[in-house]
């Protein structure tokens, strides 16, 4: 009976093997959570785009029984610009008013390199229309959406133990433009949640002048984005964006009125403009779960995207580094029972 069974499980396998691939992972645990978190790789990784940061990509969160995090895409592409999960952070997306794209995009040349943080180096192309009919006003312009070739991605130094593992690359585009990346995911000891710890160096000779965020691809159980869930934010929300009769705002909070199904809605919001840091808090009244994420700095935009997949609150900090100065800052991810 052992060797049957084996052997089911082998032809299991095989014949499911172009829908789960075993992507190279590490798993952290404690007695509170559980966490399987994405290694960079350039050959092999889960996502191996140009636009989010390839370290810290979390395939899943395990809490009270409970899934948290999903990806953005039912049809994944390690290669595609977008086809990532867990938090998918991004240095540089380009629509801040006031802060320059991706490292020293500006001041490259069409087919020459430039740099994006925790990816590599990428060759600057001029971007169209996907359908490729229509090209752009200004075919130069940095587009996060737009899959740029990486010409070399940077290697990652890669540590872990059981509720821990850290990630650092140096990339040196030349010698104005040069950084040492740190980044730690970490399992809380007192309460079921996680730290992500940031440190971002510059060892070039120009001033380092960015922006970040994390794209939060959230799902608690798989579940499809709708009415089970809400978001709740520090501030009573104010867009210019219609809500396209999928969402209601009630003050501070977020809700659908309806499944996305096929569509997805993006709201900027206005409001936040006194806030030292940002919270946002995600509840599903079906599986009676929260997420409260806390991310430190000043905003300086937020955010909300959603699609079927995902709830995508996102907040975005400047960073601004001279010369041999290093900033810090952390994200905070804390899980809790809805009563």
């Known amino acids: 009976m052992k060797k049957l069974l084996l052997l089911l499980g082998g032809l299991l396998l095989i014949s499911c093997s172009k829908k789960e691939i075993n992507y190279p992972k590490v798993s952290l645990k404690n007695n509170l959570l559980e966490m399987e978190v994405y290694l960079p790789d350039a050959e092999k990784g889960y996502y191996r785009g140009p636009?989010?940061?390839?370290?810290?990509?979390?395939?899943?969160?395990?809490?009270?029984?409970?899934?948290?995090?999903?990806?953005?895409?039912?049809?994944?592409?390690?290669?595609?610009?977008?086809?990532?999960?867990?938090?998918?952070?991004?240095?540089?997306?380009?629509?801040?008013?006031?802060?320059?794209?991706?490292?020293?995009?500006?001041?490259?040349?069409?087919?020459?390199?430039?740099?994006?943080?925790?990816?590599?180096?990428?060759?600057?192309?001029?971007?169209?229309?996907?359908?490729?009919?229509?090209?752009?006003?200004?075919?130069?312009?940095?587009?996060?959406?737009?899959?740029?070739?990486?010409?070399?991605?940077?290697?990652?130094?890669?540590?872990?133990?059981?509720?821990?593992?850290?990630?650092?690359?140096?990339?040196?585009?030349?010698?104005?433009?040069?950084?040492?990346y740190k980044k730690e995911i970490k399992l809380l000891s007192d309460k079921p949640g996680f730290i992500i710890t940031h440190e971002l160096k510059n060892t070039g000779e120009k001033t380092i002048l960015t922006s970040h965020y994390s794209h939060n691809f959230i799902a608690i159980d798989n579940e499809y984005i709708g009415t089970n869930y809400s978001l709740e934010l520090p501030f009573n929300l104010i867009t210019k964006r219609p809500l396209k009769g999928l969402v209601k705002i009630n003050n501070n909070i977020l809700s659908y009125i309806q499944n996305l199904n096929d569509k997805a809605i993006f709201l900027p919001f206005n409001g936040f403009e006194k806030l030292k840091n940002t919270t946002f808090i995600i509840k599903n009244k079906k599986s009676k779960i929260g997420i409260k994420i806390f991310i430190q700095g000043k905003p300086i935009a937020i955010n909300f995207f959603s699609n079927k997949n995902t709830i995508s609150p996102e907040a975005f900090i400047k960073l601004n580094i001279k010369p041999n100065e290093k900033v810090k800052w952390i994200i905070k991810y804390i899980f809790f029972k809805i009563k």
């Open 51 to 180: 636009r989010f940061d390839w370290s810290g990509m979390i395939k899943s969160v395990k809490y009270d029984g409970h899934i948290i995090f999903k990806n953005f895409s039912d049809n994944h592409n390690p290669t595609a610009n977008d086809n990532a999960t867990g938090p998918a952070e991004e240095f540089g997306m380009g629509t801040i008013k006031g802060l320059p794209p991706a490292f020293n995009y500006n001041n490259t040349k069409i087919g020459k390199l430039f740099g994006k943080i925790g990816v590599g180096y990428l060759t600057k192309v001029q971007s169209h229309w996907l359908n490729d009919k229509k090209p752009y006003k200004k075919p130069n312009k940095y587009r996060f959406g737009w899959n740029y070739p990486i010409k070399k991605s940077i290697p990652w130094e890669i540590n872990h133990d059981k509720n821990k593992i850290s990630f650092s690359q140096k990339l040196k585009l030349n010698n104005n433009w040069s950084y040492e």
